[in-house]
């Protein structure tokens, strides 16, 4: 089944900046949408970005101008680089597929990872 493990993730000071990876394995990266979703404690996960299979991108409005998704799929790799981070981007950090027709409207794949830890102090 679908395999995707992200790393990256670590804790940094406001304003700081991080770059979070996804590596896939056969196809699934080049071939398929990916999406980088978030959880912090006691929200509901969110969709932060994803990159379509012809390589459009699409942010939630509060990362817009501050992170940037991207793919290299000779690496089987989506990367999101997260610069000026605040400390309101603290979560847990998710990559998947899924079938995305908006940032907030998406169906997610039903396979997740262990995700990536992302600590922003203030």
């Known amino acids: 089944q679908v395999q995707l493990v992200e790393s990256g993730g670590g804790l940094v000071q406001a304003g700081g900046s991080l770059r979070l990876s996804c590596a896939g394995s056969?196809?699934?990266?080049?071939?398929?949408?990916i999406g980088w979703y978030r959880q912090a404690p006691g929200k509901q996960r969110e969709l932060v970005a994803y990159i379509t299979s012809r390589g459009n991108t699409f942010y939630k409005d509060s990362v817009t101008g501050r992170f940037t998704i991207s793919r290299d799929s000779a690496k089987n790799t989506v990367y999101l680089q997260m610069n000026s981070l605040k400390p309101e981007d603290t979560a847990l950090y998710y990559c998947?597929?899924?079938?995305?027709?908006?940032?907030?409207?998406?169906?997610?794949?039903?396979?997740w990872g262990q995700g990536t830890q992302v600590t922003v102090s203030s």
């Open positions: 056969g196809s699934t990266i080049s071939s398929n949408a």
């Open positions: 998947n597929t899924g079938r995305f027709y908006s940032i907030t409207y998406y169906t997610a794949g039903d396979y």
